[in-house]
């Protein structure tokens, strides 16, 4: 349990857990896990577009995670379905640029494993370089939720009376927006798209079935993420022993399998009446999970 | 290079494939943003994507893996979406899809090649014997969207009338999604799981945002579908650039013209009000 990239993958996993756990409750109780997963898949097209001009890759999925969600902020509306919308629109278009710089850069390497790394990643190949990165975008991501915690909480359960408060609902939106722009966007680079929305969404919607209250639904969703992240690296770890022999089974499955069944006990847990499947008034969505 | 005989051939089946999925794509995505599933949307045909590393691994044609993954997508969303936030188990439907998928990656050799053409698409190599099951299952897709035009348009608008008058919304839903997933696991091998998704809400967003009348909406989202296939390809004939960067740009555009377009008819409206 002493080697190099096992060290790597355990902490750069358990930095992406905590931060993904802790910025997910928001997203879920916003309802804006596409925009999570969107931001993660934005993101990978900005690291292309930033090899293809020669720069670093952080910078790259920094501007253009950033730039998508102003985006999105700009041309969606409050509502939820426009914000859906919205957030499809831009990902289709930057899923346009991401077809376009694949294509430029096999031109220029003729590397056909691109689009493929990008999506699944590997916690395992992470560099080192991309270790202080992961530990910026976290402690970034964690003040700017210490900061804006009770406002943003606020904004998401009623935004009505957020506005008579005197908070700017709109401008708390952008910058929750690009505090998960930067989140996702650094974890999904180091372990993969996949794994970057799995972490954000699982462990918070498992938190917010076992409790209501915000600050302990952050700490389990935290906990949880930490707890399936080194427990996915060890079996997928453990897993270079098992058949297929020579094949690790991959980190991405495990985590996935862990997060999924952590979700599902937690309706084992507590039966807890069923949410009514999508209501058209907009604005009730404050019930958690 | 090629006989210019067989290039018209060639281009004569991407432009029909192309137009076809591009009519399915502009039908589906209609409802999919009315009923706000951009995301179920994305996460069908990428879920499906996964699925053919499957059908890689035992040897069997892609398609059977396209359309296991992408109905069992569609039911899983469409089973849990009552019990919990709709995102939420979206999101979840598609890791687990995809960390399945990157199981079998793992597992087989010569899947890494195939996954950019399965994301990015493969238009220019539809040859003839395969524009016809996309004709088939265009034609279904479109007529188990007609059989059902009043129910989805009902439990869209008003799904507490829908409910009062005796119609499932949840079936409504689940109906909708494997129409989503069998029109995805045919038409991801063309153009591709990204391309599809681009394909349906552009269009669809774009429509929606110019007119609010549901049947002229569907009709100018499949107008927009199409026009945004046919420019890309010949875009994508004359520049050699990926279709898929067209389209998805394509997409965007009319979407940011159409809520111009709106801005515009507002303001006057307002100063002839005033």
Known sequence: MTSGPLL??????????????????????????????????????????????GVSQFWGFLVMGIAASATMEVIGV??????????????????????????????????????????????????????????????????????????????????????????????????????LAITVSLSAVAIGAVLSTALLVGPAATALRVTRSPL?????????GLATTWLGVWLAYESYYWPPYGHGWPV????????????????????????????PHEGVECSPA | MFSSLM??????????????????????GFFAVLRGEAFAAHAIPNGAFAGAAGAFLLGVN??????????AGALGIGALGSKARHDVVTALTLVLMLGVGALFVSWSTEYAEQAYSLLF???????????????????????AVGLAFRRLMLTSAMPEVAEARGVSVRGTEVYFLVVMALAASMTVPVVGALLMFSLMIGPAAAARSVTARPGLALALSVAIALVITWLSIALSYRTNWPLGFFVGIGGAAFYLIGLAARELGGTRARTRAA
């Open chain 1, 8 to 53: 790597t993958a355990l902490l750069v996993g358990g930095i992406a857990a905590i931060t993904s756990g802790i910025i997910g409750v928001f997203s879920v109780v916003r309802s804006q896990s596409f925009a999570g997963h969107s931001l993660a898949d934005i993101a990978t097209t900005g690291g292309a577009a930033a090899f293809l001009i």
């Open chain 1, 78 to 179: 409050q509502r939820r379905r426009g914000r859906d919308v919205a957030t499809g629109v831009v990902l289709g278009g930057a899923l346009g640029f991401a077809a376009l710089f694949l294509y430029l850069g096999t031109l220029q390497t003729s590397t056909t494993g691109a689009s493929f790394s990008i999506l699944f990643g590997s916690i395992f190949v992470v560099s080192p370089d991309t270790v202080p990165g992961i530990v910026t975008a976290g402690v970034v991501t964690l003040i700017a939720v210490a900061l804006l915690g009770r406002r943003l909480l606020l904004t998401s359960i009623s935004p009505d009376l957020a506005r008579a408060r005197g908070v700017n609902v709109r401008l708390t939106g952008v910058f929750f927006l690009m505090a």
């Open chain 1, 216 to 224: 302990r639904a952050v700490a389990v969703s935290a906990a949880i």
């Open chain 1, 252 to 279: 991405s499955f495990f985590i996935v399998a862990l997060v999924l069944a952590g979700y599902l006990l937690s309706y084992a847990r507590r039966p807890r009446r069923a949410l009514p499947p999508r209501s």
């Open chain 2, 7 to 28: 290039f018209i051939g060639l281009m004569a089946n991407t432009w029909i494939a192309a137009s076809i999925v591009a009519v399915i794509a502009g039908i589906t």
């Open chain 2, 62 to 71: 892609v398609i059977w893996g396209l359309a296991i993954f992408a109905i």
């Open chain 2, 121 to 143: 698409g493969e238009v220019y190599g539809v040859s003839s014997n395969e524009v016809w099951p996309i004709a088939g299952i265009g034609l279904v897709a479109i007529a």
